[in-house]
Each structure stands twice: as structure tokens, then as C-alpha cells.
């Protein structure tokens, strides 16, 4: 198998992605997030995968797909998740 690097592409988005990492976030942006979460829905904590894969359901879960509305510059991810809990859709891209 190959990988393959993209060295340019017409895809005037393919420059603006921002990848997160949550060891980036700001410690208190990070707690607000957790606490977020962790407070929307009993997930079982007992096994790391079982837990991956229900925060993963529960994030999927949060809104219906909208291709076209891109969420703003600089929204992080609690103000998306707060914002589709208000009804507002977004592009399957802001779930990553």
C-alpha cells in the first residue's frame, strides 16, 4: 500500500481544516468540554473502547447533516455542540 501526499488540489477548503487535538485545548476549555459531555449523557466509563464508542455515537447523534452550512473560523467544539443542541446543522466535516 501507498501513501499518498496531496501537493496541490483545486479544493479551495483543503488548506483551511483545522484538526484538533484535545492536549491543545486550553485546560479550562478542555474541563467546560468534559464536563459538557460527560453531563448530556451516563456513558460507561468501565472500558476505554466501550467509552470511545459511545462518545462517538452520542457525537454523531447531536445533529443532522448539512452540507453547505460550514461552521464559523474559530468555533470550538463546545460552541458547535451547543449550537446543534439549539437545532442548528452542520457539515459532517464538524464532526471530526
Known amino acids: 500500500m501507498k501513501k499518498i501526499k496531496i501537493i496541490e488540489s483545486t479544493n479551495l477548503h483543503?488548506?483551511?481544516?483545522?484538526?484538533?487535538?484535545?492536549?491543545l485545548l486550553d485546560p479550562e476549555e478542555r474541563k467546560n468540554l468534559r464536563e459538557y459531555v460527560m453531563g448530556s449523557k451516563d456513558f460507561q466509563l468501565s472500558h476505554e473502547p466501550t467509552f470511545f464508542y459511545e462518545a462517538m455515537d452520542w457525537v454523531h447523534g447531536?445533529?443532522?447533516?448539512?452540507?453547505?452550512?460550514?461552521?464559523?473560523g474559530g468555533i470550538s467544539t463546545l460552541d458547535i455542540l451547543k449550537r446543534a443542541a439549539s437545532g442548528e446543522r452542520f457539515r459532517c466535516v464538524e464532526y471530526a
Open 14 to 23: 483543503l488548506n483551511e481544516m483545522t484538526h484538533h487535538h484535545l492536549d
Open 62 to 72: 447531536q445533529w443532522n447533516h448539512n452540507g453547505i452550512n460550514q461552521a464559523l
